[in-house]
């Protein structure tokens, strides 16, 4: 795990490009939640989510480390756009490698950073073989997807929630591949904290949760509808252990929970989240009981959902 000059050295990188996040108590969520709820607001980066924390430091050491004409990467589209963003700014090519059907409006977004959209392959783990690839082909730099300076990078979100709200007692953070909620274990440990983390897996998607119930890596179909960023196949070894050190424990969500959070964000803070930034506040809701009259956090990872989905979902019982 990385020391806190180092996580403070990765954050005063982040800030060249964007300013810190606010994290939010929300009267109607505390209400819901019987709790003290502080919203970390990482939809409200300047691509709408997290991941572009981890892409300004991987790419800060990489133009360091070496030349670099073009970068590929594999993404449902957070990661993606932080790649896009990153590589615009240091002037680098970037070609980006999704699935086929993934979401048109991340899509559009990654276009619009100035990225190539190459779509190969039925779900993430198809795109990340098509990628290296791809890769291999045109001799570019190939971006993972995990990775100890993504950690670093995004852990600064984590860093300003609690040094802003230091007597939190449980923070509830979404898995898609790992880099949040490694980040989120990096700063609470750094601080010297005892904050517990609860790692929030979708129930459609659980490989995490198969592989950390177990002991061992294990893949797993992700069937989400509503949760492609946590539509992990195959977990990343690193990730795993780092998680299985450092979580309190794991909450499965369904898809219909997930749904139910992303309607109660918006009538209780009128923000909008996608499935995967939603899944925390399902697994705080799911732990109702548990959590009543504390003070607990959730992670608001992303708001990038497609118009059209979110009006589905809103129209939703």
């Not at 198969?210 to 890596?217: D, E, K, P, Q, T």
């Not at 969500?253 to 909008?272: F, G, K, L, P």
């Amino acid at each position: 795990m990385a020391t806190l000059s180092e996580l403070e050295a990765a954050a005063s990188v982040v800030y060249q490009a964007m300013g810190p996040t606010p994290q939010q108590r929300w009267p109607l969520l505390d209400d819901r939640a019987g709790a003290a709820v502080w919203v970390k607001h990482e939809n409200q980066t300047p691509v709408g989510a997290f991941k572009i924390r981890g892409g300004l430091v991987y790419f800060d050491a990489l133009r360091r480390a070496q030349p670099v004409k073009g970068v590929v990467a594999a993404t449902r589209g957070n990661h993606g756009q932080s790649v896009a963003f990153a590589a615009a700014r240091y002037g680098i090519a970037s070609a980006l490698v999704v699935p086929h059907g993934n979401s048109a409006g991340k899509n559009a977004a990654m276009r619009a950073l100035g990225a190539e959209l190459i779509e190969e392959g039925y779900d993430f783990q198809a795109s990340l073989d098509a990628a290296a690839r791809i890769a291999a082909e045109r001799a570019w730099h190939l971006v993972p997807s995990f990775d100890s300076l993504l950690v670093q990078g995004v852990a600064s979100y984590a860093l300003e929630l609690f040094r802003a709200a230091p007597d939190l007692e449980t923070l509830y953070v979404p898995i898609g591949l790992g880099s949040g909620i490694c980040g989120s274990i990096a700063a609470r440990d750094a601080l010297g904290l005892t904050t517990r983390i609860v790692a929030v897996v979708a129930a459609s998607a659980p490989a995490y949760a198969r592989s950390l119930a177990l002991g061992r890596l294990v893949s797993h179909e992700a069937t989400t509808r509503i949760a492609d960023g946590m539509a992990c196949r195959t977990p990343v070894p690193d990730a795993l252990d780092r998680i299985r050190a450092g979580v309190d424990r794991v909450v499965e969500v369904s898809d219909d929970e997930i749904e139910s959070a992303m309607r109660a964000i918006y009538d209780d803070t009128h923000n909008v989240a996608e499935g995967a930034a939603a899944s925390a506040v399902a697994a705080l809701l799911r732990e109702r009981d548990r959590i009543h009259g504390r003070t607990v956090g959730v992670v608001l990872t992303g708001g990038n959902v497609d118009r059209a989905v979110f009006a589905q979902v809103l129209a939703g019982a």
